[in-house]
């Protein structure tokens, strides 16, 4: 012990005595916080470096939450815009009415002198609830679009924007026909 701690002040004789016991602490004190700093010096490093790590994982974690999010996001707004689609699809479907039965009803409205010498029905995309007619008729005059009109009518349909025109031996007739539900 006495190669470890050792007095700071020889004693010397006629000079001056030695330093009391209790400095001899004094050494043995700074060995003590040497060796406590340099474990408090490891203990913090390792902590910093823990602290690192963890900090690393959850930024990871949160990329990969982020990620997720985004992919669920745009998972969310694909079925969102599939169901816009669809509900348009839906609502073109129940606008729309089948144009066989109009065709038909003009076709039956013909008189024994008159003919369909040309026929167009064009639907609206926009609002399939909307056709455009174009039909011309050959002989039969005024009176055969009036009967034409009012089997049109007896279907439930109306005529919006409707111009005649007649012609030599022919009329052209051309109106939006537009469905009214009952």
Known sequence: MNDIIH???TERQSVSAGLPTGYKL????FYLVSVASIFLSLYFYLSKKAYEASEEQMQSRIASARS???TLINGQQAIVDEAKKAEVFAKWLEGSRPLQP???AIGRSMGKDSTVAELALDRNPEIPAHTF???KIDGGGSEQIE???DAIYALEYQTY????VKGKD???FQATLIHGDK
Do not use: G, N, Y
């Open 7 to 9: 007095d700071l002040k």
């Open 68 to 70: 997720e999010e985004s």
């Open 102 to 104: 109009v065709t038909v």
């Open 161 to 164: 924007s409707a111009q005649q």
């Open 147 to 149: 009967t034409t009109l």
């Open 170 to 172: 022919s009329t052209d």
């Open 133 to 135: 007619m174009q039909l």
């Open 26 to 29: 004094i050494p043995l004190a």
